[in-house]
T-cell receptor
Framework: EAGVTQFPSHSVIEKGQTVTLRCDPI?????LYWYRRVMGKEIKFLLH????????ESGMPNNRFLAERTGGTYSTLKVQPAELEDSGVYFC?????????????FGQGTRLTVV | QKEVEQDPGPLSVPEGAIVSLNCTYS??????FMWYRQYSRKGPELLMY????GNKEDGRFTAQVDKSSKYISLFIRDSQPSDSATYLC??????????FGGGTRLMVKP
């Protein structure tokens, strides 16, 4: 069974540019989460999808971040325009609905560097 | 105050040692307590989780939760060089999100 896949694995962009991160969850997982870790900090929750619906986006830092999940399958996280403080590692995770949501499987992350 | 506190380490032990990793948390609403292992440049990998207080054992790993003191522990017996990684504790309050500690870097030397 394929795990959670994220790409790109690494992105370097200039301040003010736009970047789109993609996450493919494990097939059949209704729950999809985005987290991020900025330098020197712990991993923090960004938002949660159940199928195509946003269940909780309380962790999104500001309106420069837009997440979508088309048809309840893959998800994208767009940062527009990117700022220096957006640098960090963005993780996607997924979990099936019939298990405790604590059992989330993480992707390898996208390392975003804004210069 | 952070919701989940974890000593960043690094913690260096010889191969075969018993390793003790610990976290404290502040929110009494947390119900599930997880341990993730993260290798360099990889995503967190769920090792095990416990619900409420008590112990849970899986091979060389034992997770322990004491809700009265808000203390979470992971013990690794017969540690191996392949156990060298960052260990993240996390909690979940039956809502939508995991709350992570900062991680402890463990190095097991041959």
């Amino acid at each position: 069974e394929a795990g959670v896949t994220q790409f790109p694995s690494h992105s370097v962009i200039e301040k003010g540019q736009t970047v789109t991160l993609r996450c493919d969850p494990i097939s059949g997982h209704d729950n999809l989460y985005w987290y991020r870790r900025v330098m020197g900090k712990e991993i923090k929750f960004l938002l949660h999808f159940v199928k195509e619906s946003k269940q909780d986006e309380s962790g999104m830092p500001n309106n420069r971040f837009l997440a979508e999940r088309t048809g309840g399958t893959y998800s994208t996280l767009k940062v527009q325009p990117a700022e220096l403080e957006d640098s960090g590692v963005y993780f996607c995770a997924s979990s099936p609905d019939h298990r405790p949501r604590a059992e989330a499987f993480f992707g390898q992350g996208t390392r975003l560097t804004v210069v | 105050q952070k919701e989940v506190e974890q000593d960043p380490g690094p913690l260096s032990v010889p191969e075969g040692a018993i390793v003790s990793l610990n976290c404290t948390y502040s929110n009494s609403a947390f119900q599930y307590f997880m341990w993730y292992r993260q290798y360099s440049r990889k995503g967190p990998e769920l090792l095990m989780y416990t619900y409420s207080s008590g112990n849970k054992e899986d091979g060389r790993f034992t997770a322990q939760v004491d809700k009265s003191s808000k203390y979470i522990s992971l013990f690794i017996r017969d540690s191996q060089p392949s156990d060298s990684a960052t260990y993240l504790c996390a909690t979940w309050d039956a809502g939508n999100m995991l709350t992570f500690g900062g991680g402890t870097r463990l190095m097991v030397k041959p």
